[in-house]
């Protein structure tokens, strides 16, 4: 079983449509990011998490929303889906300050 | 505001090869990353260079990191068909909440 999973792994919806993505956690970690990758851009962040009562805004959160609802799950939500948010999505966790981001298999969001 | 730029952002060589990766990054940092993503996939951690002067090697890659030129180096020795993928360098944030700045990538393909 993957540590790091991502629901759902594709998804098409309409233009001002609210949409959430899922992401939970076994490794135990307490930080947790989202990340977005467009082709040329490589990822950028849109939020990220220290802990449950610590959520923070990355380079690129407008447009989006996040909820923490345990240690181990991080939500990302679109709350009007517009087309230049069609992207792929990475949610990603962290040991610490000194450790790599671990990915998950990330969603593929379209929006038409 | 930490900028990291990679560069080729496409290469394309031969089996057997030599070739270096260059990741650049504009403020002061002594935490990078490497990773590799295959098309389709996630990304996956290869190195972690925690101070100036570090190297790491794994089969024919050799990572290093010059904290002094903001510079980070990915070697690729005779160089196989299975390393073909897209490689991003990833910087830590130095000061404040530590996050991680990624790499437009280099898409590295490598032909028979």
């Known amino acids: 079983d993957a540590d790091v999973t991502q629901t759902p792994r594709n998804r098409i919806t309409k233009t001002g449509k609210r949409i959430m993505l899922e992401c939970s956690q076994t490794k135990g970690h307490d930080r947790m990011y989202w990340y977005r990758q467009d082709p040329g851009l490589g990822l950028r962040l849109i939020y990220y998490s220290f802990d449950v009562k610590d959520i923070n805004k990355g380079e690129i959160s407008d447009g989006y929303s996040v909820s923490r609802q345990a240690q181990a799950k991080f939500s990302l939500s679109l709350e009007s889906a517009i087309p230049n948010q069609t992207a792929l999505y990475f949610c990603?966790?962290?040991?610490?300050?000194?450790?790599?981001?671990?990915f998950g298999n990330g969603t593929r969001l379209t929006v038409t | 505001e930490l900028k990291v730029e990679q560069n080729p952002l496409f290469l394309s060589m031969q089996e057997g090869k030599n070739y270096t990766i260059y990741c650049n990054y504009s403020t002061t940092s002594d935490r990078l990353y490497w990773y590799r993503q295959d098309p389709g996939k996630s990304l996956e951690s290869l190195f972690v260079?925690?101070?100036?002067?570090a190297v790491k090697q794994e089969g024919r890659l050799m990572a290093s990191l010059d904290t002094k030129a903001r510079l980070s180096t990915l070697h690729i020795t005779a160089a196989v068909h299975d390393l073909s993928a897209t490689y991003f360098c990833?910087?830590?944030?130095?000061?404040?909440?530590?996050?991680?700045?990624f790499g437009q990538g280099t898409r590295l393909t490598i032909n028979p």
């Open positions: 990603a966790t962290r040991a610490s300050s000194n450790s790599p981001l671990h």
């Open positions: 990833a910087v830590d944030t130095h000061q404040g909440a530590q996050k991680l700045v």
């Open positions: 260079l925690l101070s100036n002067g």
